[in-house]
């Protein structure tokens, strides 16, 4: 089946620096799948960061980044400079373009906090 | 407005007993989900519906029943709670075309004891 493997948690970095997660994804039956970063502020639901669905392509939202890297089977995420409102947990996740469920698989989550 | 919401926010149940979860939408979606989050694991979907009437088994449905009522209305329902059912549950809506986003709620903490 399809899986996502990201950085483990927690993560921790000091104001104003740059943080990185990364994600890869294993799509046994989907020859391109469309990928998704979620993420879940403190006390609320999932929300959609940012999502590509063609190989190849940047996207971008509220600072962060990532790129679709079909070689390496990679959707790292990327932020140069960090703030406190940044703190949450972080979902990547793929999904299969070609079904009507619009079914996501997801990577575990990642949390990031600032350093104290 | 939250255009998802769940209720109960938080449950205690006991083994043995029903326990049923709600959700609402009001983005006039026809795709809804039902996913569980534990510690060390992602979001699992658990079941998902097309419609009103419909439900569809996820990738982990065993002890679980969904009911479809209506578009804005999905249930989870634990016929038989078990400590094992202890999660968060997370209900989603999504318009099932092209891959688009879906809308999450903002969860259920349940423990059975």
């Known amino acids: 089946g399809d899986s996502v493997t990201q950085t483990e948690g927690p993560v921790t970095v000091s104001e104003s620096e740059s943080l990185i997660i990364n994600c890869t994804y294993s799509?046994?039956?989907?020859?391109?799948?469309?990928l998704f970063w979620y993420v879940r502020y403190p006390g609320e639901g999932l929300q959609l960061l940012l999502k590509v669905i063609t190989a190849g392509q940047k996207g971008s939202s509220r600072g962060f980044e990532a790129t679709y890297n079909k070689e390496t089977t990679s959707f790292h995420l990327q932020k140069a400079s960090v703030q406190e409102s940044d703190s949450a947990v972080y979902y990547c996740?793929?999904?299969?373009?070609?079904?009507?469920?619009?079914?996501?698989?997801f990577g575990k989550g990642t949390k990031f906090s600032l350093i104290p | 407005e939250a255009a998802v919401t769940q209720s109960p926010r938080n449950k205690v149940a006991v083994t043995g007993g029903k326990v049923t979860l709600s959700c609402n939408q009001t983005n006039n979606h026809n795709n809804m989900y039902w996913y569980r989050q534990d510690t060390g694991h992602g979001l699992r979907l658990i079941h998902y519906?097309?419609?009103?009437?419909?439900?569809e088994k996820g990738d982990i449905p065993d002890g679980y029943k969904a009911s479809r009522p209506s578009q804005e209305n999905f249930s989870l329902i634990l016929e038989l709670a078990t400590p094992s059912q202890t999660s968060v549950y997370f209900c989603a809506s999504g318009d099932g075309v092209n891959q688009d986003t879906q809308y999450f709620g903002p969860g259920t903490r349940l423990l059975v004891l």
């Open positions: 519906s097309y419609g009103a009437g419909s439900t």
């Open positions: 799509a046994t039956s989907i020859a391109y799948p469309n």
């Open positions: 996740a793929l999904g299969d373009p070609g079904t009507g469920s619009n079914r996501l698989t």
